[in-house]
């Protein structure tokens, strides 16, 4: 360990930079950004590239098992317009098209409506109440490839098993108290009570509470907890028709998140010490694959990512730890496994300017070539006086 | 059609009954609201009979009154909603006599994350 702490010094110095205006996301930094320098086919070097801790947990399975990020999203909430959605997605000659999109909660979809007190339940029936109601259903269609028919399918699954009244903005406690200091600003008068009176509009003064708190919310959803499971079986048709969907296999993956304000002192609110850990376990399965510098060279691998990130900081000094294991099996390489860990840190030196120094190392196949440490520094200037490293 | 407020009319048929009226709204998903309810006689007198409050729907609200007796009775229903998901929302007004649906008003919003919206229900039982 004591080696490494030199070698990261060591690099450090080395290799330290200075880059204006770098206010690009340095999310998930070593894990995705500083790769070592390795083939580009190395199959663990794309698992672990593929991780993305900003990934919301709110991620819809569909797209994400299909790599897309739709622009127009369907959300239908009858059954009618589920059904148009469906009709639309084939055409007359069961032709599938592509660009479909669209994600729907089921349950609510045949109109089971929650009850708001059961809902809110610290106990099991409101736990189940909200499975009931958070799970949901997505579907998309993409090309496989832009110079033929194929056209692929994934149909998503997404339950949120947990999920912490702070983070849901059904139970939010600071919500209900916002809730509470608007309504006591709207009145409801007698005159209401005459249908030849038209409906008042909200005082600005109440609403502004309602919606400031609201941005609050927003602002502040890294925090509480919430874990969500997925699966999204895949298919492809190479002629594009329905007829002709064949599976593809599958992807599987739960994720969860944790954060809080202030974990050390929760009564000051003063200089906040902020901790959020984030961590996903994913399986792939019937992955096609191919080596960009061969492309006669495919495999159909199966994959099992693990990985966690945890942050922790303060308005000026911030550190974050990453950790990930892959496991590939029948991919371009045959079978391996590696794993990845990273570390970071960085501190203010005065306003938009932070000192930021990162290393980490990469091991198993992926690595077998160098196991190098790779160690990346540099000072920050920009416009923002943010954190990059920081929950919030 | 969704609108900014829900602002409905209806007449209710109440059934032949000695059982008190009562009122129950049911949401579709679980928004935070602000409501009351007050029953109009026939010579325009308003009685406050469900306060102002923040009620966890759907709340069953007893009007005390007996279907036999309100009839010639309005019911109105006013609040607010305060919306913490974007997305379509339907509220419905049922009117229940004897544990059955004498009739409802219903209304949708498509509400918007961080705006308030006002909502009324106005019956005329018969």
Redesign the interface.
């Known amino acids: 360990m004591k080696v490494r702490i030199l070698i990261v010094s060591g690099s450090i110095v080395w290799s330290a930079t200075i880059s204006f205006g770098q206010t690009a996301a340095w999310n998930s930094l070593a894990l995705t950004s500083a790769t070592p320098t390795n083939g580009p086919t190395d199959p663990l070097t794309q698992q672990f590239d593929s991780i993305n801790f900003d990934r919301a947990p709110g991620a819809v399975p569909a797209f994400d098992a299909l790599g897309l990020s739709p622009e127009s999203v369907s959300s239908p909430s009858t059954p009618r317009e589920l059904a148009s959605d469906l009709i639309n997605g084939v055409d007359q000659n069961g032709v599938l098209q592509h660009g479909l999109a669209f994600e729907t909660a089921p349950f609510r979809l045949i109109g089971i409506r929650p009850s708001v007190s059961t809902y809110r339940a610290d106990n099991l029936s409101g736990m189940i109440c909200r499975w009931i109601y958070n799970f949901s259903v997505s579907a998309a269609t993409s090309k496989a490839t832009d110079k033929s028919d194929a056209v692929q399918l994934a149909l998503g699954f997404k339950e949120v098993l947990y999920e912490s009244a702070y983070h849901d903005p059904y139970r939010n406690p600071d919500l209900d108290n916002a809730f509470e200091q608007e309504a006591a600003k709207i009145d409801l008068p007698d005159d209401l009570d005459n249908p030849n009176k038209p409906l008042p509009s909200v005082p600005d003064s109440a609403a502004k509470i309602w919606s400031d708190a609201v941005a609050d919310f927003n602002k502040n959803k890294w925090q509480g907890t919430i874990w969500t499971a997925a699966i999204a079986p895949t298919w492809n048709s190479p002629s594009g028709k329905l007829a002709d969907l064949g599976n593809t296999g599958f992807t599987a993956w739960t994720t969860c998140g944790f954060g809080t304000r202030n974990l050390f002192k929760p009564d000051v609110n003063s200089d906040p010490v902020n901790v959020q850990l984030i961590a996903e376990a994913r399986y792939r399965e019937g992955e096609q694959v191919t080596d960009p510098n061969d492309k006669t060279h495919v495999a159909i691998q199966n994959s099992f990512l693990t990985a966690a990130r945890l942050r922790m900081g303060t308005t000026t000094f911030n550190g974050f730890a990453e950790g990930g294991y892959v496991h590939v099996w029948h991919g371009l390489n045959g079978d391996g496994d590696g794993w990845r860990g990273a570390l970071g840190v960085e501190k203010k030196i005065t306003t938009n300017i932070w000192l930021v120094l990162s290393a980490g190392e990469q091991f198993g196949e992926a690595g077998a070539k160098t196991n190098n440490l790779f160690a990346v520094s540099s000072l920050r200037f920009g416009t923002a006086d943010n954190a990059q490293f920081a929950p919030q | 059609m969704p609108n900014d407020?829900i602002?409905k009319?209806c007449q209710v048929n109440l059934p032949s009954s000695d059982n008190n009226v009562f009122v129950q709204l049911?949401?579709?998903?679980?928004?935070?609201v602000?409501?009351?309810i007050?029953l109009?006689d026939p010579q325009q007198n308003?009685n406050h009979v469900v306060p102002?409050d923040?009620y966890?729907?759907?709340v069953l609200h007893d009007l005390k009154r007996s279907a036999n007796a309100s009839r010639g009775y309005?019911m109105?229903c006013?609040?607010?909603v305060?919306f913490?998901?974007s997305?379509?929302w339907d509220l419905e007004c049922r009117v229940m006599v004897d544990n059955n649906v004498a009739g409802k008003c219903s209304g949708t919003l498509n509400g918007t994350?961080?705006?308030?919206?006002?909502?009324?229900f106005?019956c005329e039982f018969v």
């Open positions: 407020n602002d009319q049911v949401e579709s998903r679980p928004e935070r602000e409501y009351r007050d109009v308003i102002k923040k966890q729907i759907p309005k109105v006013a609040g607010f305060s913490s998901v997305g379509s994350q961080g705006t308030t919206n006002m909502f009324r106005f």
